[in-house]
């Protein structure tokens, strides 16, 4: 497994522009735990003036004397570790009055925390940025991983520190493009079925050591219960919500296919009016998302819409551990995997490929690989028909539709045919032009390949 930084290419970018301005930078950067926040910030830093402090769930006290300690570091002013604790106030005078002239960083990570023990501390902040920071030549970056509580204290309208942002960052997950610069030896793995579970995430995928075969590395990594991801879920749903129980539920019900809001409304016993409130909660996570038909005119009043998970990993976990955590503890990890073997690549991998080829689409499309600019793409269904892939062109007159095959065998000219004929069933322009892409992982058959070389409406791509 390789340890470097991967991707993160626009968002490096946006820091490097915002610190080149000639004047104060106040940047939010938050998203969910494990996301590689931390890893960006200390990338951005490199060879800069900046000081680095990582809140804690300490007292107030415990933090001033950790950022005092840093800061006596950083201006080699070591009467300050010496000193009595200092106000926020003049500790931040302090750093403001260190190298006046040259540009400097100050991160505080995990920014939340402090907001926790102190309620008042986004105000305190506020007064110290109003007073001290604002025209100085100094960008600070405010940094967390518990989303409600950074948007509460950082972004929201109720917020001391509301309007005074320069910019704000939410990270998230490393697309499938980049997932093969975490290993070593990608070609050695099948690399679908290991971002199938681990997601974009980096540090899961920096815990899920490689194995050539991938039911023995999620027997490693995952079933074991002294693993680092055996529980992550519960860790990660615990920080942010709370009581943890109807949001389990929720998932659960999700993962085992009740995607609409009246079919888990029913499946929990829980009125639909009351489970607005935990579904919202959820997609502010970016743990689940909602979505509608991609030809909806109108999407947030579509009737149409279902619920799925966001997050691979997550899916992955409450298909294959939730239900089996029983076993798992008694110790019968292989009985786990028999069951797993029987469902993982039909009931997950396909799935997730769907999601891998859909942005292989849009890449494809900014390239200028296909002969079609994408406005606006996902998926489309009625009540007897799925189409893996629709998307509009940015003039109306183009939709192209897809398939995508998770299988072993060459995709031949009857999924060509299929397609084309649930293609007539989407409601869209009457003279649009139609075309469509078949995806496959394992190629074509020739009759299909020559078929294609015919038709220049339709694209084969192997992912």
């Known amino acids: 497994m390789k340890n470097h930084f991967v991707n993160r290419i626009s968002e490096l970018q946006y820091l490097k522009d915002e610190y080149d301005q000639n004047r104060s930078s106040l940047i939010i950067l938050y998203g969910r735990r494990r996301i590689g926040k931390t890893t960006l910030i200390k990338e951005f830093i490199k060879n800069k003036q900046s000081l680095y402090f990582l809140a804690t769930e300490e007292s107030e006290n415990e933090n001033k004397k950790t950022f005092q300690h840093q800061l006596a ?72 991983s518990l989303i409600n509580m950074m948007v509460q204290q950082t972004l929201s309208y109720s917020s001391p520190l509301y309007g005074r942002r320069t910019g704000q960052i939410r990270l998230k997950q490393i697309p499938f493009s980049y997932y093969d610069q975490f290993f070593e030896s990608p070609k050695k793995i099948d690399l679908i079925e290991y971002y199938a579970v681990t997601g974009g995430v980096p540090k899961y995928i920096e815990l899920f050591r490689p194995l050539s075969d991938i039911f023995e590395a999620i027997k490693t990594n995952i079933l074991a219960p002294q693993s680092f991801l055996y529980e992550e879920p519960f860790f990660l749903l615990e920080r942010e919500v709370g009581e943890i129980g109807t949001y389990f539920s929720i998932i659960k019900s999700i993962a085992a296919g009740n995607h609409k809001i009246g079919k888990i409304s029913a499946n929990l016993g829980i009125n639909q009016s009351g489970m607005t409130k935990y579904l919202k909660t959820l997609m502010e996570l970016d743990l689940v998302e909602r979505i509608v038909p991609v030809t909806e005119k109108n999407p947030e009043k579509s009737k149409k819409g279902l619920y799925r998970i966001k997050d691979n990993f997550i899916t992955f976990w409450f298909k294959f551990v939730y239900p089996y955590r029983h076993f798992l503890e008694m110790d019968q990890r292989d009985f786990v995997v028999d069951k797993l073997k029987q469902n993982f690549r039909d009931n997950h991998v396909s799935f997730v490929y769907e999601e891998i080829c859909r942005e292989k689409l849009l890449d494809l499309s900014s390239k200028g690989e296909i002969d079609f600019k994408i406005l606006k793409s996902g998926t489309w269904w009625n009540k007897n028909e799925e189409i893996d892939i629709v998307a509009l062109s940015d003039d109306e007159n183009k939709i192209i539709f897809g398939e995508c095959k998770y299988t072993k065998q060459k995709t031949d000219v009857e999924l060509f045919y299929w397609l084309k004929e649930k293609s007539q069933k989407v409601k869209w322009h009457a003279d649009a032009r139609k075309y469509y892409i078949l995806f496959s992982k394992s190629g074509f058959s020739e009759a299909l390949l020559q078929l294609a070389e015919q038709n220049t409406s339709l694209y084969l791509k192997i992912v």
């Open 73 to 144: 570091e950083m201006t080699g002013n070591f009467l300050l570790q010496k000193a009595a604790i200092l106000e926020w106030h003049d500790i931040f005078s302090l750093f403001n009055l260190h190298l006046p002239n040259q540009r400097k960083i100050l991160v505080i990570d995990e920014f939340q925390y402090l907001g926790k023990g102190n309620k008042a501390f986004p105000s305190i902040f506020q007064k110290v940025w109003d007073e001290l920071l604002i025209n100085s030549n100094i960008m600070v970056i405010l940094c967390g």
